[in-house]
């Protein structure tokens, strides 16, 4: 059984105007957003409690009226902060909606950029900086009327895009060779990740996931941790049980099997491993999990 997509490539909204906005609550409907990627611009927006989200390599907690900025191919993931949960907006938008004419000079001067690792941003925006003072009437603009975005208010999110784009170049800056240098080694790291994806029901050695990158291990486990802010192993470890918690509360396989079809060969160690990331056996994250969706 496969877990969710490392790069997504899910088009949101529709062909012709790719766009989208998704209300969610951490942990009442989803338990997490594992690591990923996409090509479009994501603005994620707190708007209750706490939610953590992790941006390359590096976790932030957002509390009410917190947002972060995701540029297209970042790595990133969101999940629960702590004991607390939260309620969030994710804002989807394609750079292709910023793109005119043929050979447009707005789309060239001020998305291709960004595409490009040309230009890049800080990503986290608390409540009262002046970033997020500027962009927060467009975002409560786009969240609050995201029902009917593609029938009668095309034109308030279009310039609300537009008035956002304004702002990410205006707090932009060039990006340093450092900076470039840094993207394509962990651009490189994504085939381990890929691996785990296809592979995570095998052992997985140091090597193996290090010559899928072309490091050294002693380099790729450097890169590795400040990629994801783990070692290799505890990812893999990680994504397993993701894995497995989602197939408790999805099917009714024994729960043996489940540990075997996860890559766990030691079921005692699968059950404390279970039992340290979710404060509960897998007996009874799956009661709790069937019990939710019966209600």
Known sequence: MDYSPLQETKIHG??????????????????????????????????????????????????????????????????????????????????????????????????????RGERTM?????????????????????????????????????????????????????????????QLSYSRLKNALYHVQKFYDHDICIQEAAAQCGFSESHFMKLFREFTGMSFNAYLVNYRLELAAKQLSETDFKVIDIAENCGFHNHSYFTRAFQKKYQKTPLMYRRAAQGKSLT
């Open 122 to 182: 800080d990503c986290f925006y608390p409540a009262g900086s002046s970033f997020n003072q500027s962009v927060t009437s467009s975002v409560r603009a786009l969240y609050t009327h995201r029902k009917e975005s593609y029938s009668t208010h095309e034109l308030l999110v279009k310039s609300s895009l537009f008035l956002l784009l304004h702002h990410m170049n205006q707090h932009s800056t060039a990006a340093t060779s450092d900076d470039r240098s840094q």
């Open 14 to 115: 529709t062909v012709a105007f790719p766009y989208s906005v998704y209300r969610a609550r951490i942990p009442e409907w989803i338990r997490s957003f594992p690591l990923h990627w996409h090509d479009d611009f994501e603005l994620i927006y707190c708007v209750e409690g706490q939610i953590q989200v992790t941006l390359w390599r590096q976790a932030h907690t957002l509390c009410a009226q917190d947002l972060i900025v995701v540029l297209p191919h970042a790595v990133h993931s969101i999940e629960q902060h702590g004991s607390e949960g939260g309620e969030y907006f994710n804002i989807m938008f394609n750079p292709a909606l910023f793109r005119g004419a043929e050979e447009d000079p707005c789309y060239e001067k001020y998305v291709l950029p960004f595409l």
